[in-house]
């Protein structure tokens, strides 16, 4: 056995061993080692290995993998660009917190800076948003280089895993000739790993963040002072289930209405409001209901009617537990690791509440009939609606980023309360996102989850679209992917640059309209594809789409993204109007 070969064998089976249970790999030459021990394991049925062409397409699978399953996915590249490209779904691992583990395979040293072929400068080329980067040794039979492989990677997955701030770790390995296994060539040390299929060394740190009274927490920064009856929790990007459960308690014991985020997956809180962000969006309503605190849980920066509420409300309290907290507002008073328990004393005015939850009332009413009066027109609002109307109970909703995420948070806030909720908003790109919910997906039925939906708009579905491009032999999840097609950047059309810029220029640098036929896309990639242009014809797609299974595209055909703008004002002015009478 060759040292490449000996390496890329000690390497996968001590991921194994450190529970990493999926690889995503973009071929390649230089990988060529680490390939083949993948393939050696899958076949044993030790891990399960997904190809993708696009090394892009291939990180972010990895990150849906690890969104879904909390446990580090590993993604391998071969040399040159081939690794730059898993940069984007690096930032967005840093971001989200997710771990994430990138191999990057890569030429001996003496091989860099001379202009040798597919040769870049690879470690360090992540740059501050790894939690660790290792340029590896070259394989060599001197003794202890086992321990070294076996002691490296388990340390990588412990950074990648670690219990305050998980994140992504890179790995750069270089990896001399021969690359393919070699019979002839003798290895002296044992490529044994600890006994009993044990990691070469566990991480049994103890870091976690202990609940406390909300008082208490109140306590550390005025004394004396008594928990508000004026206070409203919201809640960020995050998956925990346990921090829900403590949200629903806390705000059902004080009296306070809950906004969730899509992906903070709030929905079934007790007080949780459906149009909060239309809400609040109304200057009257929004001066009537400053908080005397405010609470925010994960990641919050959805919705600007929202942020403003958190930067004028009196006290703000951030539960994170991340190093870099989420304070997008720089308004926070002080942060927690955990979200605190209810108060021993409290001051409750259920009035406070209801005043919410009437508003909330008048909005929906409001809202469905300003929703209803646009006959058969088809908008963005109207297929987050219906959309979300259909995830299956026990399934995933993955929301993409600009307009899907805020008309699923202002439309349908509180439908999906059975399913998990994901999105990418550790930096909210277009990018990857196919990709990520792919991989999530599969890893979710995996485990025993049911269908998933995907909700993207169209140029973010175009920008993903490598990641439909993936081996026939691979088992698909079955997820549904609903494309809002309003041909461009719909979501420009109700901001600043289109009251202001001409027409003309407007389209060119902002509406940006391809004029792709997203059907014809799919169906290059060999997925079927319907194209829908009412809401019943895309309630009937959903649920055939979801019955039948496997991986489909429903293209949903919206009106104009100008015609669509002026929908959502209309619809902002209803609400405005119906909350004169709250």
Known sequence: MNPSTAMATVIVDELLRCGVADAVLAPGSRSTAIALALAAVEARGDITLHVRLDERSAAY????????????????????????????????????SLPLLAITADRPPRLRDVGANQAIRQPGIMGDA????????????????????????????????????????????????????????????????????RPWTADARLVAGMSTPLDDVLGALVDGEVVPARGVIVVGDQQYDEAIELIDDLADSLAWPVISEPSGNGAGCSTALSHAPLLLADESFADAHVPDLVLTVG??????????????????????????????????????????????EAE??????????????????????AMSSTDDLLTGMHVARRTAAQVPDGGMLFVGASWPA?????????????????????????????????????????????????????????????GLLVPGEEERPDLVIVVVDNDGGGIFSSLEPAQVVPASVFERVFGNPLGIDIAAVAHAAGLPAVVVETADALDAALEDALGTGGVRIIVARTCSREREAQVLADVQRAVGSALEYA
């Open 406 to 466: 805020r008309h699923m948070g202002s439309f349908a806030a509180n439908t999906v309360q059975d399913a998990v909720v994901l999105a990418n908003r550790g930096t909210s790109g277009i990018d990857g996102c196919v990709s990520t919910a792919w991989g999530a997906a599969g890893a979710l039925q995996r485990g025993g989850g049911a269908g998933a939906i995907a909700l993207l708009g169209d140029q973010t579905f175009l920008y993903d679209s490598n």
């Open 348 to 369: 409750i005015d259920e009035d406070w509440l209801q005043s919410w939850q009437r508003a909330d009332v008048l909005a929906a009413a409001a809202i469905e009939t």
């Open 299 to 344: 990641r919050v920066g959805l919705y600007r009617s929202v942020l403003r509420m958190i930067g004028r409300a009196s006290l703000h309290i951030a539960v994170d537990t991340r190093p870099q907290w989420s304070d997008p507002t720089r308004s926070a008073d002080i942060v927690v690791a955990s979200v605190p328990l209810p108060p021993v």
């Open 130 to 197: 790894v939690r660790l980067s290792i340029d590896m040794g070259v394989p060599t039979g001197v003794d202890g280089a086992v321990r070294y492989w076996r002691s490296t990677v388990a340390r990588a997955v412990a950074m990648a895993t670690d219990a305050l701030r998980p994140g992504p770790v890179h790995l750069n390995v270089p990896f001399e000739e021969p690359l393919v296994p070699d019979d002839d060539a003798a290895w002296r040390e044992e490529l044994d790993g600890r006994p009993d299929g």
């Open 61 to 96: 699978t990895a990150l849906g993998i690890a969104k879904a399953t909390g446990m580090p996915a590993v993604v391998v590249t071969t040399s040159g660009t081939a690794a730059v490209n898993l940069h984007p779904a690096i930032v967005e691992a840093d971001e989200s």
